[in-house]
């Protein structure tokens, strides 16, 4: 019979992602929100606000 691990690490995961998966799901802390939040988009210099 296999041996299953109660938990896997965070850092094993987050290895096995494609570089595409890990902006897809990032996020960043906010404070005044009480937590981690999908990031939204960052303008780029020099594009017109539409």
């Given at each position: 019979?296999?041996?299953?691990?109660?938990s896997v690490?965070?850092?094993e995961l987050r290895d096995k992602m494609s570089d595409?998966?890990?902006q897809k799901h990032e996020t960043t802390y906010q404070a005044s929100r009480g937590g981690h939040f999908p990031t939204k988009d960052k303008p780029v210099p020099g594009t017109p606000r539409s």
């Open positions: 019979m296999p041996k299953f691990r109660p690490p965070m850092s595409a998966d890990k």
